[in-house]
């Protein structure tokens, strides 16, 4: 029960950042959901690059328990695939199928470029220089 809750608080902190963004961009995303792109793109780095850094093999290796309040709970909260879907769908409806077109193919590109980049980059420090003394980290925890 205490993992659910611990998922759950996760959740809240993410959708209460991805309606901050959303209110952040709510005047450049009249035209097109701008807001959404930049919470998919950099909620796709984010889920990558914590979970490329967090493996057991990586730098800052991380609980399941953390791992699973980051990646499920606050990147679950944070994304909004479900609103993209929907502002797409609205676009179409709009009678803006160019508009609808650019927005997917927008959100897909930047976000798999986006996952791309996170995981590099916490590849690139999973493996570079000294490791961190993870026995004397575990302890200080």
Same mark, same amino acid.
């Given at each position: 029960? +205490? !993992?659910? #809750?611990?998922?759950?608080? =996760?959740?809240?902190? @993410?959708?209460?950042?991805?309606?901050?963004?959303? *209110?952040? %961009?709510?005047?450049?995303?009249?035209?097109?959901?701008?807001?959404?792109?930049?919470?998919?793109?950099?909620?796709?780095?984010?889920?990558?690059?914590?979970?490329?850094?967090?493996?057991?093999?990586?730098?800052?290796?991380?609980?399941? +328990? !953390?791992? #699973?309040?980051?990646?499920? =709970?606050?990147?679950? @909260?944070?994304?909004?695939?479900?609103?993209?879907? *929907?502002? %797409?769908?609205?676009?179409?409806?709009?009678?803006?199928?160019?508009?609808?077109?650019?927005?997917?193919?927008?959100?897909?590109?930047?976000?798999?470029?986006?996952?791309?980049?996170?995981?590099?980059?916490?590849?690139?420090?999973?493996?570079?220089?000294?490791?961190?003394?993870?026995?004397?980290?575990?302890?200080?925890?």
């Amino acid at each position: 029960m +205490l !993992t659910t #809750l611990a998922i759950g608080a =996760g959740g809240a902190l @993410g959708t209460i950042a991805r309606y901050w963004v959303g *209110l952040a %961009t709510a005047r450049w995303s009249q035209a097109l959901p701008w807001g959404t792109i930049l919470i998919n793109t950099t909620g796709s780095f984010a889920i990558a690059f914590f979970g490329t850094l967090t493996i057991a093999a990586g730098r800052h290796p991380a609980s399941d +328990l !953390t791992r #699973l309040v980051f990646m499920v =709970g606050l990147c679950g @909260g944070y994304t909004t695939f479900s609103s993209f879907s *929907l502002q %797409t769908l609205d676009l179409l409806r709009g009678g803006a199928p160019g508009r609808a077109a650019l927005n997917v193919g927008l959100s897909v590109v930047l976000c798999l470029i986006s996952v791309y980049a996170g995981f590099l980059a916490a590849d690139a420090l999973n493996h570079s220089g000294p490791a961190p003394d993870r026995q004397n980290a575990a302890d200080r925890a």
